[in-house]
């Protein structure tokens, strides 16, 4: 397990007819904490055949999991055809997931978040699964198994951080500040100027939902929400894009996964395995 880190990997996707799949890089210690748990997820919604794979970004902090925070997104390539690097960076500050090096969300922490921020040791995981009850046009198409195996493959792999034993039984695994520092100081965890114009462009043309502007859903914006004027202007009440957002965003997911961890360069899901 991991007290803030930088994680990170190469992924490829299945091709083809992926609807109800979702493939997920993401941090969590629910094995742990199990009502207490904290999480950081990159998760890719599979869809029909001929229609592109989505994405969102999410997180969870103390067990606050009646708190989403989900943003969604498209693509603007092909996930199947080729590998990208998709990365999450951690620290006590700040959190960002990045698509190559375009980072496409950032979460400032504050004190008004409290405990929802993700504080506690985690490990990673990747896991492929049946999420057909909301994952493809909120549970409208579901995970068809003639098209099985679905195959989503990782390498290089990258985890740098600080070894951490969530119940201090090993104190010679505790964090030091050097290494925090380090981990704070470190090119990734700093946005350009340019990568700042680019996470914006990317915001601008591809996340198609938000919870930052789900006033239905929260009337009171969370409070590590940053409203953008131009931004907020794109969206309708739901959070959705009020032109072209026709997936659903913001549905709360069943926690069940079926999960590994990032040891192996490829993950298949197969009923019959």
């Not at 009337?219 to 959070?239: A, N, Q, Y």
């Not at 997936?247 to 926690?255: A, P």
Request: some cysteine; overall charge positive; proline content about 5%.
């Amino acid at each position: 397990m991991y007290k803030y880190g930088f994680f990170s990997a190469n992924i490829k996707l299945p091709g083809y007819y992926t609807a109800g799949l979702c493939v997920a890089f993401y941090t969590s210690n629910g094995d742990v904490f199990k009502k207490t748990h904290d999480e950081l997820d990159i998760e890719f919604l599979g869809n029909t055949k001929g229609e592109p794979w989505r994405f969102q970004t999410n997180l969870y902090g103390n067990g606050s999991t009646s708190h989403g925070r989900e943003e969604r997104y498209r693509l603007w390539f092909d996930p199947s055809k080729e590998f990208h690097r998709y990365s999450i960076l951690w620290t006590a500050k700040t959190i960002i997931f990045y698509i190559d090096d375009v980072p496409i969300r950032e979460v400032i922490r504050n004190e008004e978040m409290g405990s929802e921020f993700p504080s506690k040791p985690m490990s990673l995981y990747a896991t492929i699964w049946d999420a057909s009850n909301w994952a493809t046009s909120g549970g409208k198409y579901k995970v068809n198994y003639k098209y099985a195996p679905f195959v989503s493959e990782f390498k290089d792999l990258a985890l740098e951080g600080c070894p951490s034993d969530p119940i201090e039984e090993f104190p010679s695994f505790d964090c030091h500040e050097s290494d925090i520092a380090r981990l704070e100081n470190a090119d990734y965890a700093t946005i350009t100027r340019r990568q700042r114009s680019a996470m914006r462009r990317f915001r601008q043309r591809y996340m198609y939902y938000s919870y930052c502007y789900d006033a239905l859903r929260y009337p009171v914006p969370l409070p590590e929400c940053v409203i953008i004027p131009s931004e907020k202007e794109r969206f309708r009440d739901t959070g959705r894009l009020k032109f072209g957002g026709s997936h659903q965003g913001g549905k709360r997911r069943s926690r069940r996964r079926g999960r590994g961890r990032v040891q192996a360069s490829t993950l298949e899901y197969d009923p019959d395995m």
